[in-house]
């Protein structure tokens, strides 16, 4: 069963834009906090935004004020709306979700990732 399945990667110039999307199955969506994760060429993963079950957001410094977080309850569905992107957004993204938390950077459930490229 495909628990999360990710869209939205693309290439963009510097300074674009792009959506992501998460569809979520109803388990995950209901029960868990969602987030995004990346993974560029040769560096460590690292976490770009959750969102609680409450809606409650919290990003990654390197990310605030350009990413927004979202879901969308009738679609069961997690969006990353990324704004001003810059070449070091560049990496494969993955959406996850996990019943307690996505602090500890394992989440129980992984989305495949999608790739974004963003040239100068």
């Known amino acids: 069963e495909v628990l999360l399945v990710a869209s939205g990667g693309g290439s963009v110039q510097a300074g674009g834009s792009l959506r992501l999307s998460c569809a979520a199955s109803?388990?995950?969506?209901?029960?868990?906090?969602l987030g995004w994760f990346r993974q560029a060429p040769g560096k460590e993963r690292e976490g770009v935004a959750n969102?609680?079950?409450?809606?409650?957001?919290s990003y990654a410094d390197s990310v605030k004020g350009r990413f927004t977080i979202s879901k969308d309850n009738a679609k069961n569905t997690l969006y990353l709306q990324m704004n001003s992107l810059k070449p070091e957004d560049t990496a494969m993204y993955y959406c996850?979700?996990?019943?307690?938390?996505?602090?500890?950077?394992?989440?129980?459930?992984w989305g495949q990732g999608t790739q974004v490229i963003v040239s100068s």
């Open positions: 996850a979700a996990d019943e307690w938390t996505l602090v500890t950077g394992t989440p129980n459930y």
């Open positions: 109803g388990y995950i969506y209901n029960n868990c906090v």
């Open positions: 969102i609680e079950r409450d809606g409650t957001t």
